[in-house]
């Protein structure tokens, strides 16, 4: 199990003898297997460590790019208040960017090397933010949908087996509940408002529906990482059961919202106790994952400009910061 | 594997600012306690991130922040014999004694 996930790292552990290894690699397994927590000091499998920071990492970048869509609007809110709230719900996406890499950094890597990896394509964040905000519905549509979605995985992780993840996942989902009232309350609003409003709304559903379904990953049977993460306790649940815990929450929400899911094979199943729902479509998401969605080169482009561009801010504030401690010397 | 702990990954001069602990006091008549950590060029910078990164809603009246370097852990694993002469002594804790019933206010 150390040996075959991470080669880069595998001298470090020649040192101590299999027996030690064993032993330690026992009580890792019983602290998981007792629902204790493991902190970043205790030893733990190379593999573990690594299934984290990719978690982890892929996490973080995904709430800083996930900025972009929704700031997209900050100019054009239709109200002050509307712009306000926009404004609260982007810091906020910075802010979760923030929890989760000093969380992955308790790990042993470095933060500038995480967004290095980020910027060159290495390490990957949430396909849902390769499509585009078209109207401000979309708006509402993110903070419902996206961000329900984002609720439904993450609040399990508030238990994942991992010290620091877990308690950047506490703040974050405390954080989170805003950002899906207020999409909600959005789209209730244009619902109730003119025909031309409810239809821009209805729009917005249509086009994010599936893209939110995916964000639970692929299904069980084809999902690489699912098994291990469970055993871990990494992962508390598969992508299929809260899709469609997900599904069930959306379906009543939806009829309040006096909107319809774009989907024709949705319907309750009495037998099941749950909703049925029609085939999701994997190709796309395979494509949005290889590069191929609507905005993933944007993206990314516009992370690196932004990154390139607070160069002189990074480095004034370091002038000022030696010069202050040669001064205080 | 005994580096990562709480040590900034980089130094001041390694390019990357250095990493600060960052402890909150939630309201008055309450220690400060841990909220998590930043990257900040001085502790000034710090101060002001940490305002900004774990207070944006009144979660906090006060602030520390301390170079994570400059922290001293007690043991490189947490399930340290350090902590072992605690284990035995139970006669320290008030459950430890019998008393009659109907003894009052002890």
Redesign the interface.
Known sequence: MTTTAEPGAAPAQAGPDQDALDALLAEFDAAVAADSRIEPRDWMPDAYRATLVRQMAQHAHSEIIGMQPEANWITRAPSLRRKAILMAKVQDEAGHGLYLYSATETLGVSRDDLLDKLHAGRQRYSSIFNYPTLTWADVGAIGWLVDGAAITNQVPLCRCSYGPYARAMVRICKEESFHQRQGYELLLALSRGTAAQHAMAQDAVNRWWWPSLMMFGPPDDASAHSAQSMAWKIKRHSNDELRQRFVDICVPQAEVLGLTLPDPDLRWNEERGAHDYGVIDWSEFQEVLRGNGPCNEQRLERRRTAHDNGTWVRDAAAAYAAKHRKAQA | ?T????EP??S?TG???P?WEVFVRSRRGLSHSHA????A??AQ?ALRNAR??YT??AEGVSIWVVPSAAVT?S?????DPFFEPAGDKAYRHPTFYEIPEGVKHL
């Open positions: 594997m580096e990562q702990a709480g990954a980089e001041a390019g990357q600012w990493l998590g950590s930043l990257h060029p001085d910078m900004d990164l944006r809603r852990a043991s490189p694993d947490e399930k």
